[in-house]
């Protein structure tokens, strides 16, 4: 059972339009999400996160909108740059016993931004 | 500061044997982090390692184990290889433990484990 999902696999964009990616959780105890960016043969790098107290966070070019009672959220990158060609990873966390919080993963979008 | 470096890189086994992949964090973190990535599955959580304590485990058979060391390096291994084992595995540290909420976790660039 898929807790976060990426329903697009792939998402194709001009250069200096938006892009937007989304991500749907199914689990309400999730209360903080990030985004990861991975390019090929690196490992994934974190770029922005968002709190269940907030709805939207910016920063720079990327924000991060969050629909609680929809159970979900986007990112959102204005303008897009070739640069951000990359598959964009959503997470979702929530607080566990032990004290850390264990992650769960979409299985990820593949940006194309086409020059 | 170096990034999070995993060893090796690339490695290719056969159905049976057992295989351990190492991982070294940035200097100073202390929580380790493991990850599976396939392409149907996204990346998996594997387990968490702080103070060479196992603090955290995903839902993974036995045969995926895992230690760390008190210079924080650690180690996972899988015994007895099946064809499914065959992928990214990816290595995450950050200072504090856990995932977010500040304590920002800095992947390595994985090792790819191809199981023949």
């Known amino acids: 059972d898929q807790q976060v999902k990426q329903n697009s696999p792939s998402l194709s964009v001009q250069e200096g339009r938006i892009s937007i990616l989304n991500c749907d959780y199914t689990?309400?105890?999730?209360?903080?999400f990030l985004w990861y960016k991975k390019y090929p043969a690196e490992g994934p790098t974190f770029l922005i996160s968002?709190?269940?107290?907030?709805d939207k966070n910016e920063d720079g070019r990327f924000t991060v909108f969050l629909n609680k009672s929809a159970k979900h959220l986007s990112l959102h990158i204005v303008p897009s740059q070739p640069g951000d060609s990359a598959v964009y990873f959503c997470?979702?966390?929530?607080?566990?016993?032990?004290?850390?919080?264990?992650?769960?993963f979409g299985r990820g979008t593949s940006l194309i931004v086409h020059p | 500061k170096a990034g999070v470096t995993q060893t090796p890189r690339y490695l290719i086994k056969t159905r049976g044997q057992q295989v351990t992949l190492s991982c070294s964090p940035i200097s100073g973190h202390r929580s380790v982090s493991w990850y599976q990535q396939t392409p149907g599955q996204g990346l998996q959580f594997l387990f968490e390692y702080f103070s060479e304590t196992q603090r955290n485990k995903g839902n993974f058979p036995g045969r995926f184990s895992g230690r760390q060391f008190s210079n924080s390096r650690s180690e996972m291994n899988v015994s007895t290889l099946e064809l499914g084992d065959s992928a990214l595995y990816l290595c995450a540290s950050s200072y504090g433990g856990g995932f977010g909420r500040g304590t920002e976790q800095f992947f390595g660039p994985g090792t790819r484990l191809t199981v023949l």
């Open positions: 997470a979702a966390s929530a607080g566990s016993p032990g004290g850390s919080y264990i992650p769960t």
């Open positions: 689990n309400s105890m999730f209360d903080y």
């Open positions: 968002i709190s269940s107290i907030k």
